[in-house]
């Protein structure tokens, strides 16, 4: 297991990024599930980096931990942000057009349909947001 403490500022995502992509490189991650990771990884720590401590800033933490049986990766947000639970909003109806849609909820949307498993929970005043990939 890796971990990564970084300000959950926009201008980390990148670096975040290539901070989980490394480990993925180590166990050799096909292209078409890395990237699948780091646009999960973008959506979620842009959603901290924006809403969590806004007006302020704070820290997250991720935590890359890649598993056997079936060889797997899972990548752990933690932050002391306001609590939210971004599982819990109800998916956006896509059968809409784009002009009938509410705005915003398509990102969380696809980080759920690309990833094998997502959980959320609070716990020590802490939101703690987890991914999982088979890769």
């Known amino acids: 297991m890796k971990e990564l403490t970084i300000e959950a500022t926009p201008e980390n ?13 180590e166990y050799g991650c096909g292209m078409k599930e890395q990237m699948a990771i780091d646009v999960a990884i973008d959506e979620l720590f842009a959603n901290i980096a924006h809403y969590a401590y806004n007006p302020e800033t704070g820290y997250a933490t991720v935590r890359v931990d ?3 049986d079936p060889l797997s990766v899972e990548v752990t947000f933690i932050d002391n942000g306001r609590q939210y639970d971004p599982l819990a909003k109800e998916d956006p109806d896509t059968t809409l057009s784009l002009e009938e849609r509410e705005i915003g909820g398509m990102g969380i949307f696809i980080v759920k349909k690309s990833m094998d498993a ?3 929970e609070y716990k020590d005043g802490k939101n703690i947001l987890t991914i999982k990939k088979n890769i």
């Open 66 to 68: 890649v598993l056997k």
């Open 13 to 25: 995502v990148d670096t975040v990024i290539e901070f989980v992509d490394e480990m993925l490189e």
């Open 118 to 120: 997502v959980n959320y």
